[in-house]
């Protein structure tokens, strides 16, 4: 029984990225492979390697790919290493100009190793290095050409045993996608004290709508809505809905966010922000939804699916709702 390959794709994203940029970054990736791993903070890694098969491209050609879409999507340039395990893709891509890939095959990666600096393996400090230096040991391939015994004498059995199999390419890791949020939110601070009733109504929608396109992003549906308004003295009110029926659909999450804020009578308050909160979160699959008979209601839906679709290939500002626009 023969190994598959591993292809691993390491990203670098030239950018300082929000939480919410990030989070866009992951779902993008996630259209060509469901195994991504965040590299915080500014990194992806992709195992491509059932990928390849369903798109019938080259290792090379699939980070290509992923490269041009974080260009042309969110307007974000990267630089790539591809290689047979984490470790060496994220050597490859330190190694890469913006722009560029480097990618090391595995019949290749002794050879693209042996006359790097050992500092270039991760988990290499300041002292170890030192250490090694003090005894001539400056490039990785002088690590793989020495005794084992000489190396254990110098930084001890576990760390030396670490060392050698870091020096020769080895890493098991398998790319851990995150595991679902137990909860999603989403929160509006505004530049000055509201009292606009209109105003109030447009931030909760606004972010109501932000947690419908999270859930739908991550297939996941909330069973519970919270929402939170803080005052201008710093106080705040808090109230909570569970919800007929778990759900992602952004108007169904409006209407009770609204229903929400209708209930707490703010009047003539003095608002400064706003929380919309998720939980009591499923998997989209394991949710059941009652079935109707109002043709408007899964037009309204099929319409959403088709505004995320649109979201995902030309940015999330890209369809917004009605009651949104500037």
């Known amino acids: 029984m023969t190994t598959r390959r591993r292809h691993i794709a390491h990203l670098h994203l030239h950018t300082a990225l929000t939480e919410a940029q990030y989070r866009d970054v992951i779902e993008l990736m996630s259209d060509i492979t469901p195994h991504v791993q965040t590299v915080p903070p500014d990194a992806v890694q992709?195992?491509?390697?059932s990928a390849l098969r369903?798109?019938?491209?080259?290792?090379?050609?699939?980070?290509?790919?992923?490269?041009?879409r974080l260009q042309l999507f969110y307007g974000i340039d990267?630089?790539?290493?591809l290689a047979g395990n984490r470790m060496l893709a994220a050597m490859a891509a330190d190694a890469s100009a913006p722009g560029d890939t480097t990618w090391v095959p595995v019949e290749r990666a002794a050879e693209w190793l042996y006359p790097r600096p050992v500092t270039a393996l991760p988990g290499i400090g300041r002292a170890t290095a030192s250490t090694l230096s003090r005894y001539g040991l400056h490039t990785i391939g002088q690590i793989t050409d020495l005794p084992a015994a000489t190396l254990q004498r110098l930084l001890g059995v576990g760390q030396a045993r670490l060392l050698a199999e870091r020096a020769r390419g080895h890493d098991p890791r398998p790319v851990v996608p995150a595991e679902q949020?137990?909860?999603?939110?989403?929160?509006?601070?505004?530049?000055?004290?509201?009292?606009?009733?209109a105003r109030q109504h447009r931030a909760v929608l606004g972010l109501a709508e932000q947690v419908g396109l999270r859930l739908r992003g991550e297939h996941q549906v909330a069973g519970r809505l919270t929402l939170t308004v803080r005052y201008a003295d710093r106080s705040s009110t808090t109230r909570t809905r569970?919800?007929?029926?778990?759900?992602?659909?952004s108007p169904a999450l409006?209407?009770?966010?609204?229903?929400?804020?209708?209930?707490?009578?703010l009047q003539r308050a003095r608002v400064r922000?706003?929380?919309?909160?998720?939980?009591?979160l499923l998997p989209e699959g394991k949710a059941s939804r009652q079935l109707s008979m109002d043709p408007g209601d899964e037009r309204a839906r099929a319409a959403e699916a088709a505004a995320d679709r649109a979201r995902r290939r030309f940015g999330p500002g890209a369809i917004r709702p009605a009651a949104l626009a500037d």
């Open 54 to 68: 369903y798109f019938d491209l080259s290792p090379y050609d699939m980070v290509q790919t992923a490269m041009i």
């Open 78 to 81: 990267s630089s790539a290493g």
């Open 242 to 249: 569970t919800l007929p029926e778990p759900t992602s659909h």
């Open 46 to 49: 992709l195992d491509l390697t």
């Open 254 to 265: 409006a209407a009770h966010a609204l229903g929400l804020l209708n209930v707490l009578g």
């Open 181 to 197: 949020a137990t909860h999603l939110s989403a929160d509006l601070v505004l530049d000055r004290d509201c009292l606009d009733p």
């Open 273 to 280: 922000a706003f929380a919309v909160r998720a939980d009591a």
